[in-house]
């Protein structure tokens, strides 16, 4: 049965804000389990089975898509919604379908798990924060307090542009910003941007208006981008080149964003959460973009700076292994000897020395990920725990 784009239209008013959390905080995917939590603290939902009937009529009328979710090799009872080109449409403001990208059936579960540990941040961390000073937890004081805290998180690869724009412009932070630094990273990622936009125009061209190019990384880590760039360049690069071409659009790349900005006590301090979100990086890999957003982060603000970096795993026991990884010895291969720990033996490979080490505190959480989204047992019904 087709669904005529007045009734379409209709049902995308009729939920809007449904689908302003799924586009907002989950890149246009979320777990059913996730969007039934942000409905029960904003309070649009009166019960379980109201809940259903709303996300069966958006499932129906071909506003949502409704998938099986399954990772890390655990098969899950979970589901996932997935927002059709006419609920992206609807929330963009666009004319016609053709204007807007379909959600691709990636062949890894990167958006997806990525949407799942952007809300269990949003939901166990900013929302108790607004329930705390008794304000309505709606769309909108949660965008607000996250804006407030100058956070990334809800922002996607390829946007580092867009964050580090509003960064220059705040009221709060000019007295402590360091303007030559970022407009020359603005200006050099602004050519990088026309750069990928002038390949994408060309794509099409070629391929009578089909091609749409490729902007996001295709290397495994986004040092490995910086490192492919430098090298047609400069030749072999050197660790101060790497650290210069660091961006915050190579954090987004590394699923790493900023939770909070702020000014205390005479310092900057800054909170950084790294995603694991395949469970497969390793203390070198995650030590190295350590060290290149300290140097970035310095370069940025004038003040006295402190960095707080959150390693975020999928259980504890995931959590623990990387833990173990950094603070084991880093041994000498030369010499035999021991040289502190492993994750400081690394940052002081690439230019943290000691004193700036004393200004940066590495931890490491979890999110309960196999637990909670994972257990096909314990999740036998969809929603309940």
Not at 285 to 309: D, N, P, Q
Request: hydrophobic share 40%; charged share 25%; aromatic share 10%.
């Amino acid at each position: 049965m087709t669904i005529s784009n007045a009734n379409k239209q209709a049902i995308c008013e009729k939920y809007r804000t449904y689908l302003e959390i799924i586009y907002t905080f989950g890149n246009k995917v979320m777990l059913m389990k996730q969007l039934y939590q942000y409905a029960q603290v904003m309070g649009i939902v009166r019960s379980l089975s109201a809940f259903y009937s709303s996300i069966t009529e958006l499932v129906n009328a071909d506003i949502l898509r409704r998938e099986s979710f399954n990772a890390f090799g655990k098969k899950s009872q979970l589901q996932m919604l997935v927002m059709r080109k006419y609920a992206i449409r609807y929330l963009e403001g666009k004319h016609d379908s053709y204007s807007v990208a379909s959600v691709p059936k990636a062949l890894g579960n990167e958006r997806i798990l990525l949407s799942i540990f952007k809300s269990c941040y949003i939901l166990n961390k900013i929302v108790p924060l607004i329930q705390r000073i008794s304000k309505e937890v709606a769309l909108e004081t949660i965008n607000q307090k996250l804006e407030h805290q100058h956070s990334s998180v809800i922002h996607n690869k390829n946007q580092g542009l867009s964050i580090i724009s509003k960064l220059r412009v705040d009221i709060t932070l000019q007295d402590h910003l360091d303007m030559l630094s970022i407009d020359q990273d603005i200006e050099r990622m602004e050519a990088i941007k026309r750069k990928m936009e002038g390949g994408l125009r060309r794509g099409s061209e070629v391929s009578d208006g089909k091609g749409k190019g490729r902007i996001q990384s295709s290397s495994a880590s986004p040092i490995d981008d910086v490192e492919n760039v430098t090298e047609k360049k400069f030749g072999d690069p050197s660790k101060k080149e790497k650290i210069t071409n660091y961006t915050i659009d190579t954090m987004l790349a590394f699923n790493a964003y900023i939770a909070q900005i702020r000014f205390d006590e005479g310092q900057i301090k800054i909170s950084v959460l790294i995603f694991d979100i395949y469970n497969k990086s390793n203390i070198y890999k995650i030590g190295t973009h350590i060290a290149c957003m300290y140097h970035m982060f310095r370069k940025y603000f004038k003040s006295e700076l402190k960095l707080a970096v959150g390693i975020v795993s999928i259980d504890k026991f995931a959590s623990k292994h990387l833990e173990t990884q950094a603070k084991s010895a880093a041994i000498d291969f030369v010499s035999k000897e021991r040289k502190g720990t492993r994750l400081s033996y690394l940052l002081g490979n690439w230019h943290v020395d000691q004193l700036m080490q004393e200004q940066i505190e590495v931890y490491y959480i979890d999110y309960n990920i196999t637990n909670e989204f994972l257990d096909g047992i314990k999740h036998a019904n969809l929603i309940r725990r």
